[in-house]
């Protein structure tokens, strides 16, 4: 039996989880001398309620490889296979962490581990794809050409509302030192080569938003698209921007989904962005 796995940076739409029989590890979140295992014992209302209630923008750290072979262990009888897809390794030690739980249960479990090199709904997408492929009866190879067809076709670029927390997390290349002559603009954010890079600065949120759409464009064309638009509780604006998309590129799959707390805690509320790839190769 194939047991798809991906950590709590990904994405997924309501119902995606038992649609596509995806199993999630979560990511841990740091409050003061607290931790929290991501959705399980803390919500994302809940993340956003501590972070509004005090100075201290809650902190997040990857699954340890502890957790990981307790999680496939659970998961997972023996015999079957694990395709377990990770957020891009330049911005967090979980596929590390799974590497060496992988290594633990060699003997045990066929683990086949994926570093994205991607995030958010990009690895609900792939997770989506893998278990629909597999009910077709595609073998594991198949499977695994076309995630790495995602990964290396798909496009995820943001827009930050404040920088407060991308300042306090330094998880974006030159933001903090960047951050003073920034306080008055909105960044525009793109995952290039699975690291997250300032690619421009615009005035407004009319104009970071228009920045967005047309880098989608300008990147996916007129082939077909599966999308997703994601936002940290800004879901009004997300339906405005899914509309917009819905118009300008050819769309064979359009989704609005909630940043997962693991990004959110890095970029901060507000944060909308576009994530997609092609359909078809060629």
């Known amino acids: 039996m194939l047991k798809i796995v991906m950590d709590s940076a990904g994405d997924l739409p309501d119902g995606w989880l038992q649609e596509y029989d995806i199993d999630v590890i979560p990511v841990n979140i740091h ?11 803390l919500s994302s209302d809940e993340f956003y309620r501590l972070a509004d209630a005090g100075r201290e923008i809650p902190k997040t750290s990857q699954p340890s490889p502890q957790q990981f072979i307790d999680f496939y262990k659970k998961i997972s009888k023996l015999g079957d296979t694990i395709l377990s897809i990770h957020v891009t390794g330049k911005l967090s030690g ?34 989506k794809e893998a278990r629909i492929l597999e009910r077709a009866g595609a073998p594991l190879q198949r499977i695994l050409d076309r995630l790495e067809f995602i990964r290396a076709n798909c496009m995820i670029v943001l827009t930050l509302d404040t920088l407060e927390y991308a300042r306090k997390s330094g998880r974006v290349k030159a933001m903090q030192a960047a951050v003073a002559s920034l306080l ?25 938003i228009d ?13 077909l698209v599966n999308v997703a638009v994601v936002h940290a509780r800004a879901p009004q604006v997300a339906e405005a921007i899914k509309d917009r998309v819905s118009k300008v590129l050819n769309c064979k799959e359009i989704i609005i989904t909630n940043l997962s707390i693991g990004v959110a805690a890095n970029l901060g509320p507000g944060t909308v962005g576009i994530v997609a790839y092609p359909v078809e190769e060629g």
Do not use: H
């Not at 995952?191 to 009319?206: I, K, N």
């Not at 920045?211 to 082939?223: E, S």
């Open 211 to 223: 920045y967005i759409l047309d880098t989608a464009l300008r990147q996916m064309g007129k082939r």
């Open 184 to 208: 008055q603009v909105k960044p525009i954010i793109i995952l290039r080569d699975g690291a997250l890079e300032m690619a421009d600065r615009v005035r407004t949120r009319q104009r970071s």
């Open 94 to 127: 979980t596929f590390s962490s799974a590497a060496a739980a992988a290594r633990e249960l060699k003997e045990k479990y066929k683990i086949v581990l994926i570093d994205s090199a991607t995030g958010s709904a990009a690895l609900g997408y792939m997770c």
């Open 31 to 41: 409050y003061g001398n607290k931790t929290f295992l991501q959705d399980i014992d």
